[in-house]
């Protein structure tokens, strides 16, 4: 009984932590290599940070903050 | 969205289509009816994304504690986010799996799944044009 609340424990406390740490969804912090910038800017409501949209080889999306913030 | 220019745009000429025009660098979408100066050709019908997303353990306790205090929860205002790009990503690889050239009547609806999930729809009309 004491060694399965030990592994339940176990498996919130890592849930826990690696909630925390989850990379936010198709961001990255710098663009790499044959990425192509676009026109679509906006405004990141949760960090106030710009961020603009690149398109990667294969045409998929990647968010990357522009190194500005707007003040909140 | 803004859809103005950037300096750091750097692989963007100045000539050209603008963002989200037809033949620009990124997928058209629109939230009107029609593209202006463009015909529809063919309608390939709907196109949906679809994405449910949680906050996890560690966040929806600190989200929690900071719900009691009032104003902004930055925490969910960041699912909410990510929740709107996941779902635009994926509407936009739908669309170009059938081939079309831009999606009209671009929507986002969200709902909740269970407690501190989110879920989030965009659609939209996937449209061919005219070649000119």
Redesign the interface.
Known sequence: MGFVFLIIAAV?IG??????F?R???ESEKPQPGW????????????NRVM??W?DQK???H?IP??TRRAS | MVFGRSESADTMSDDGPRYGEPGGSQFPITTALTFPGQEVDKSLGMVFGVVVRSMGLGKNITAGIRSLAGGEVKQYTRLVEDSRRHALDRMIENGQLIGADAILSFRLDSSEVGQSLTEIVAYGTAVTFKKQ
């Open positions: 919130v849930c826990f932590f690696i909630s925390l989850v936010r969804h198709g192509r910038s676009t026109e679509e800017v906006f405004n990141d409501p949760s960090t603009r949209v398109l045409g998929e999306r968010y522009e190194g």
